[in-house]
């Protein structure tokens, strides 16, 4: 039974190593291929043959991915289909902590090669550095812990999709209740925004239970590394050799400084324009002039066929990429029951083909959410060519540049969706959600940064950090009567869950992005084309090449957020 939206695809370069035939969900045929890498390394004489070896290395690695990737793709897809949750678990179980420690092995080969140092410096520096940080921190008593939170992770992503609740006749996921909250009734706002979190709060013991075994197995997989606590040991397995935790406490700062009064600005005339004595959670997303929620779309193959248009507008070549998509299928987009929660893009390695993945629902955040994975699907695209899988992929702080770069640029053809009037307010609801995220990244950031240097905490002290860092980034709302929802949000952020650290990055590329879009209102075709020129290196150059490469400064402190700010503050102001 095939559970994935598209076919076979064909590889984008046919094998030359791995057999055709090979299945790459059974281990003994997996096995003999890692043998013959290990043995191959031996014989090669040259640079060249070393260059060889590291392709045939690439290819195994690119049909692996995408063998995960199919199997993640239909889990994500069908979480109430016990099928994709076998074969899911049976890659997780089985092969990955087989993989890891061969992966090792080569890796420790190739840093010990006698012919590395003969290869170009220029074109395998950002490689080499990655391969010897791993071989640095890798221990193989951590591959069952990572295997057990590779499954925790697993169980809250099932725990979360299957999250419903009875509204007014109806079963609805979580998701689908969010259009609730932009209703100008404010009784049916609170009513749905209360039905929603006293389900997310049946459900406490199981988020916090699932996150204190992830804790568990996250500090004695750094101790083993021989770190003090997982945060010091997360920086270098996370690849950040250009900043440091006391850079994020920088942002943490300028946020605070430079965005929370635009936030607490805007929150201020909200509550004016409701009439209202306080802000409470359910009127944090409704339209503050009580005009009726924007539809951008009913259906979601018109939700395609709008985006399409913008793109045809914005870039020949970019449009053609997203028509590619549809015709193979590479996109399931709408909500329903039995699919996990969120959105995201994930590379099919070997066809070298992206995927987007979402819960439409026909709100603006729809939109937003389309051109963002979009923007990363477009990246896929442009390092195609590169035969180096290890380069195809950027790092997460560049990536998200070239999808929040594209929400901006995308906004441009808003119309496509709306009226002119209706337009002009999806571009403000934009806005506004980026000065938004700006606070709610410096407090995942920070918690986590909090929970990872306290790791024998207890969940009173968690809730009281989380809630202290509520005080100095949540603005103002009133949260009374709801203490317990305010104190558990935090269940909210998968990122958590799932990809501990990995929240900064959306900062650090949001900055990046707003650069872009500066950079377009001087000069829109220099821009377009330095977006796509950074997009085509892939991970090929470290982080502040790529960023100059985009015409952008590497640098999230004051300096560069104060005129961002700015520069958002005016555009607010037009809107």
Known sequence: ????????????????????????????????????????????????????????????????????????????????????????????????????????????????????????????????RDVKNHVELFRPENIPLETGDAKLSQQYQKLSGSLTVNFRGEESTLVQMGRYLEEPDRALRQEAWELVTRRRLQEVEKFDGIFDQMLKLRGQTAKNAGFKNYRDYAFPRNSRFDYTPEDCEKFHDAVEQHLMPVVRELQAQRRTRLK??????????????????????????????????????????????????????????????????????????????????????????????????????????????????????????????????????????????????????????????????????????????????????TRAERAAAWLKLMGRFGGDVDWSGHEAARANLWHRQLHIFLHPFYYIEYGIAQIGALQVWANSRRDKAKALNDYKKSLALGGSRPLPELFSAAGCRFEFSSRTIEPLTKLLREELEKL
């Open 276 to 457: 209202l004595g306080q802000l409470r959670p359910w009127d944090l997303v409704v339209d503050p002039l009580n005009r009726p929620p924007l539809k951008p779309f009913a259906r979601v193959d018109e939700m395609v066929s709008r985006t399409q248009n913008i793109f045809d507008r914005l870039d020949g070549e970019l449009a053609g990429g997203f028509r590619q998509m549809q015709e193979l299928h590479l996109l399931d987009l709408d909500n329903r029951k039995g699919k996990a929660p969120g959105g995201y893009q994930d590379t099919l390695n070997e066809a070298r083909l992206p995927f987007i993945f979402m819960n439409a629902v026909g709100v603006q955040r729809d939109v937003e959410t389309i051109l963002h994975e979009a923007g990363h699907a477009f990246h896929a695209l442009a390092a195609r060519a590169e035969d180096l899988r290890a380069y195809r992929h950027a790092p997460i702080e560049f990536c998200e540049v070239a999808s929040m770069s594209m929400e901006l640029l995308g906004n441009e053809f808003i119309e496509e969706f709306y009226s002119a009037p209706d337009a002009k307010r999806a571009r403000r609801v934009h806005l506004e959600g980026v000065v938004g995220v700006f606070p709610w990244i410096a407090t995942v950031d920070a918690f986590q940064h909090w929970i990872y240097t306290h790791p024998d905490h």
């Open 1 to 128: 039974m095939n559970l994935l939206p598209f076919g076979k695809l064909p590889a984008y370069r046919p094998r030359t190593f791995v057999p055709q035939t090979a299945n790459l969900g059974d281990w003994p045929q997996i096995a003999p291929l890692f043998d013959r890498l290990e043995h191959h390394a031996a014989q090669c004489k040259t640079a060249a043959d070393l260059e060889r070896w590291l392709l045939d290395w690439s290819e195994l690695n690119a049909a692996l991915d995408e063998e995960s990737s199919r199997r993640y793709i239909a889990m994500t897809c069908h979480t109430d289909s016990p099928d994709a949750e076998e074969a899911y678990l049976h890659f997780v179980e089985h092969i990955e902590p087989q993989l890891k420690p061969r992966q090792f092995a080569l890796e420790k080969i190739y840093v010990a090669h006698p012919l590395r140092d003969q290869l170009s410096p220029e074109r395998f520096k950002v490689f080499d």
